[in-house]
């Protein structure tokens, strides 16, 4: 279940670059100028990111990253770095500012809800 936030007074929040995040179980819904803007930043075509770094989501209502093996997002590089961080999806750009899992906290170890200890 996702909890939706619309203001930073919930929790704390320092990014620690760890790529939890990014190796969660759920899906990153692409909007309509991602696939384009994503395939010129990896140098690719966008037909070819489509093929190659896309599926059509469980709604098929539109496209979302593949996951790797192991269920991370696919472009998570191994040093655990967004390898599209500059035009990263706004499911990620926005996180955790705008919805966290219920157990964000459990996995995200910059993630704190307020009042909680760091």
């Known amino acids: 279940m996702v909890i939706e936030r619309k203001s930073k007074a919930d929790f704390n929040f320092e990014c620690k670059r760890c ?3 990014c190796k969660i179980e759920g899906i990153v819904k692409l909007q309509d100028d991602d696939p384009a803007r994503i395939a010129a930043f ?3 075509s966008e037909s070819d990111f489509i093929a190659n770094e896309t599926e059509i989501a469980p709604d098929r209502k539109g496209l979302i990253l593949k996951d790797r093996e192991d269920g991370a997002c696919a472009m ?7 390898k599209i961080y500059p035009v990263r999806p706004e499911k990620c750009r926005t996180y955790p500012y705008e919805w966290v899992n219920d157990n964000s906290p459990s996995y995200c170890p910059g993630l704190t809800e307020q009042g ?3």
């Open 19 to 21: 790529g939890a995040c």
């Open 42 to 44: 990896i140098g690719i």
């Open 76 to 82: 998570l590089g191994a040093d655990n770095r967004c």
């Open 116 to 118: 909680a200890s760091s």
